[in-house]
C-alpha cells in the first residue's frame, strides 16, 4: 500500500510535582524540555518493516509476509480500535509477545521498544488491505530511562509519523511552513496511541507523560484531564542525570505494592502530594499575576523538600538522588527526583538571584560525582511534523 514518507518530534518532559501519586489519581504539574525525539518514516518497496534505533543500538526488519499471519482473525478488533483506541488489544500482544519471544515480565530496553513499535504499526496498518513496507528510524536528545519521558517522547513519534504514514491524520504543512502541528482532534487522537504504547513500556502509565510529549508547555494533569497552564513564570531548571539506569515499569509497580501493603499509611502521602502539587500551581499562578517574590521563591523550594521526602517513603529515592540534594543544598538550592525516580534525574530550583558562581560551583561538584548536569529551558513545543530540509543536520545524520 502506499504511504507517505514523514518527519516528526516530540519533547521530553520534566514533572515538577505529582510523579507515581498521578498514576493513583492525584493531581501531577510536568512541563516539556527543549531535549526531543525525532522519527523518520520512508516508504519502501522492499516488502520489509525495518527500525533503525540507533540510542539503544537496536537495528532489525521483518519481512512482511511473516507479519502478515499475526493479524488473522484480528482485523474487525483492529477496525474498531482505529477509531477508538481506548484499550490494548490483548490478543494482539499475546500474538506478539509469542512471534518476539519477549516475556510478559520483561522490562528489556530494546524489547519494549520492539514491541511497541510492532503494535502500533500492526495495529495502524494491520485493518488497511495489506500492511506497508517502511523503514522508520528514532533518534532522541533525550538520556533512555532517565525520568525524563523518553519512553514517551517515542511513543509520540511513533504514533503522529505512522498516523501521518497512513493518511489517518492530516498533513499540516502547508508550502509555506518548515514545521506544523496537526488539529486539536488529531493531536488527541496521537495522544490515545501514544498511552497505548506507554501501557505497552510502562505497565500502568498514568498518561501525563504522552500528554506532555503530545502538547508540550506546562501542563496540570489529574485523572485524564488536561490543563494548559499559561499563567506561570519564567523557572530556572538545573537538570541533573545521575545515569543509575532504572525502570519506569518496576518502580511504578513497587509503589502500587507498597499502597497495597500499607494502605492506611501510603493513601495519606499521595494526599499530600496532591495538596503539594495544588500548592506550587496557586504559588505559580501568584507569582504570575502579581510579580515573583523571595517569599513566592521559598514556597517552591519547601514543596520541593516536602515532596522528595514523600518520594522516598513510596521508596522510590535513591543514594545518588540524596547525594544530589546533599550537594545542592550545601548551596542552598533545593532538588527532587524528576519522573519514576530510583535513580535517573533529579531537577534544582534556581532562585533569580541565584549567582552564576553557585550555579557553577554545584555542577562542578556533581559532574565529579559521575553525574551529567546542565541548565535547561522549559516549554518547548508538543509534537509537530517537518519538511525534510527544515530538521537539524545532527537528526537527519542519525535518522
Ligand atoms: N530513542 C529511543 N529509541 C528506542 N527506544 C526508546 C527511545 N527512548 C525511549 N525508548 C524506550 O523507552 C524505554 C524507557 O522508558 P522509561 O523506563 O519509561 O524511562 P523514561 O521514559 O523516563 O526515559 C526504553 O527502555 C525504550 O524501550
Ligand atoms: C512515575 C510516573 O509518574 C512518571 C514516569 O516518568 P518517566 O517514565 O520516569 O519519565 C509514571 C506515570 O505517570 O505514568
Ligand atoms: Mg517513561
Known sequence: MHTRDCYVSAPGKAILHGEHAVVHGKVALAVSLN????????????????????????FLSWEITALQPLLDGCRDCLAKHVVLKQEL??????????????????????????LAFLYMYL???????????????????LPTGAGLG?????????????????????SPLTPQQDSARWSKEEMEQINRWAFMGEKIIHGNPSGVDNAVGTWGCFLRYHDGKITPLDRVPVL???????????????????????????????????????????????????????GPSAEHYNILEELIDINQHHLNVMGVGHSSLDTLCKISLARGLHSKLTGAGGGGCGITLLRPETDASVIQSTVAELQACGFDC??????????QKYKKWSLPKQVLKCC
Open 150 to 170: 523518553s519512553s514517551a517522547a517515542y511513543n509520540v513519534c511513533l504514533a503522529a509519523g505512522l498516523l501521518s504514514a497512513r493518511g489517518i491524520t492530516s
Open 89 to 114: 488489544d490483548d490478543d494482539l500482544l499475546k500474538r506478539l509477545r509469542a512471534f518476539t519471544g519477549i516475556a510478559d515480565a520483561s522490562t528489556d530496553t530494546r524489547s519494549m521498544a520492539v
Open 236 to 290: 530556572r531548571i538545573l537538570l541533573t542525570n545521575t545515569k543509575v539506569p532504572r525502570s519506569t515499569k518496576v518502580l511504578v509497580s513497587g509503589v502500587k505494592d507498597k499502597i497495597n501493603k500499607f494502605p492506611a499509611v501510603m493513601k495519606p502521602v499521595l494526599e499530600s502530594v496532591d495538596a503539594v502539587s495544588c500548592t506550587c500551581e496557586q504559588t505559580l499562578t501568584e507569582m504570575s499575576a502579581r
Open 123 to 141: 495495529s495502524v496498518f494491520g485493518e488497511a488491505k495489506s500492511l506497508a513496507s517502511i523503514t522508520v528510524s528514532v533518534w532522541s536528545e
Open 374 to 383: 546542565w541548565e535547561t529551558s522549559i516549554g518547548g513545543p508538543g509534537a
Open 35 to 58: 531535549l526531543r525525539t525525532y522519527l523518520r518514516l520512508q516508504s519502501t518497496s522492499n516488502g520489509k518493516v525495518c527500525i533503525n534505533l540507533p540510542n539503544i543500538d537496536t
